[in-house]
């Protein structure tokens, strides 16, 4: 617990340029994560879909050669996977059950 004296001093300069570079960083980390994740999700030839799970739900997406793959394999599987798919324009193979 401080002393009541040392609660009440200014900061020393070495704290505020720590407080400083501490806020850059985070605002930082904040930037690159909207960047990173409006990228991955609003891209050109990216699948987003949101399927049921047991927790509540799951939302997918996959871009590029992922998201071929992804409706390749998957569609056959589940029919929610099959329409997405299909509303984006890839490719889905065999018989959704």
């Not at 980390?29 to 990228?39: F, Q, R, S, W």
């Amino acid at each position: 617990m401080p002393v009541e004296s040392q609660s009440r001093a200014p900061l020393g300069s070495r704290d505020k340029k720590l407080l400083a570079v501490l806020g850059a960083l985070v605002v930082a980390g904040g930037v690159t994560g909207a960047v990173v994740y409006h990228g991955e999700s609003s891209g050109t030839n990216c699948l987003v879909v949101d399927l049921p799970s047991t927790v509540g739900g799951a939302h997918l997406t996959r871009c590029g050669d992922a998201a071929v793959t992804f409706c390749r394999t998957e569609s056959k599987h589940d029919r929610i996977v099959a329409q997405a798919c299909r509303r984006e324009g890839f490719a889905v193979t065999g018989k959704v059950r």
